[in-house]
């Protein structure tokens, strides 16, 4: 289960990406430690993204390590990032920030109620506030961006995410030939792509000047049928890979996190701001992310077969 | 500033009204102690109010002791409930949970949306949500009752409250012999007296059935020029009281927790569900408040003059 560290042939490409990439292990819910990191590197732009999403068994069982890392871990970078004087600071919210309403009504907006439901969703509802709360009181430049279903190269299992999103969890099942049993009806999701994340977080980065503290970031529509469309494509990378919808009083062995069918998050603050839009739809998504996979074998050579 | 053991004055009082009453000290951010008393007791009703009220000042300061005993503390608190198998628990929620809301329109009734501001309120916020989450996960009997300004007899400054109520604030300064300042616009708030607070709480306590999960629990109306009529009926008291409004551009030296007007938390819920009404309006209030005064002056020998 899960490793933090960077596996080395990450590392490796990304480095030829050019500029430079230092690597540092680092407890976020440690103060101490985090004062330490922000004092050696002075960071002019934060992103903080570190957090357990934890899923309904471990919320439970860790339920004090849980709010460390992701109440305490958000203020001591927030505290850190005002000492040390940075320009800018994004806090890595998610959609799992509204709580029950992401399964009410068609689209959320960033004025949207929120009614946190899950511990995760607790704890990245009160960071946002915790945010808020530096921005108003201290003056701190933080802004939250939350994020759709994410999926999309680079992802793996670090043990810190119970529940990995769909297309890793039959990428996963497919490397290890093992058949895939997808559920009858597939929950209905407004996924975007990784790149398309990163693509989103770096504009709200380099925007000059921002007029609100919360951004939707998604790909702004709801994608059909993901899970047999990305098993159709992941043939090209495992010929033997087996799929097929569960059959009556049949368990699916890939999961959704959070179930059920969510609302849509609108990014029309984004788009309207900042003119960001997501290039990849979902016909673009699973073929670039199926290339990719094709090309990056060795990535792979960490995942365990035989474990579930 | 403040000690923890409740005085042996009061103990005494509150003895004498009959039943038993062990005073345990723990801190609920200890897991381990909560489980321990709770193990101990195995108590069928719980009334969980342990919190720290937290000011500007020292929410940054001690960031981490507020989340560990607001929101680990509760989570605490709701798992040996739920382990050792209690009938009942409430958890003592505050106005302070609607955040922003709380300064914004006229009423908030328990569906208005929540915008949490401080780390108080975004503590106390979180805290509802997770015994949501033990309702709904664990099917623990949970109920959040939302307290307006609360003051009355027993109130003292355990350390744990940075900002004492109005009345208890005056007090003080009157016991000390010293002139109060008053604010020349004295905020407006649905102030309730803590008779009513406790017989609210058992009220819900004692319910057959609720069909909510947060109640409010407020005076139901907006009190008028407090401090004045409060200052008034001490003089019973404290003869020598001295007390007027400050003039331009000099600061009172007693202070409103959170400063503005608030919005009149709605009671209505409460009243239809259990015909729980308070007892005691701004006028009986203060006069109980002030014979409670004269009669258990004792209560007051820790006061400490001339710390501020």
Redesign the interface.
Known sequence: MGDRAMPKFAEKTLTRAGGKLTQIICDVSD?HAVREVFERFRPDRVVHAAVITAG?ER??RE??RV?DVN??GT?NVL?SALNTLADKVIYVSSGSAY?NTLFAGAQLLEES???????Y???K??SE??C??FR???NLNVTCVRLGSVFGPWERDTGVRDTLSLPMQILQRALCGEEIRLPAQEPKRDWIYSRDVARGLATVLEAPSLRHEVYNLGSGYKWCNVAADWSARLRAVAPGLRARATEAGEQPNVVFFGGRDRAMMGIYRLTSETGFKPRFDQKDALADYAAWVRENQDYFQFEQCGAT
Chains 1, 2 share one sequence.
């Open positions: 103060g309904d919320e439970f339920f004090e709010v109440v305490k203020a505290q709580g109620p929120m009614v946190p439901d899950s511990l969703s607790i704890t509802h009160a506030r915790i808020a709360r108003h009181a201290r």
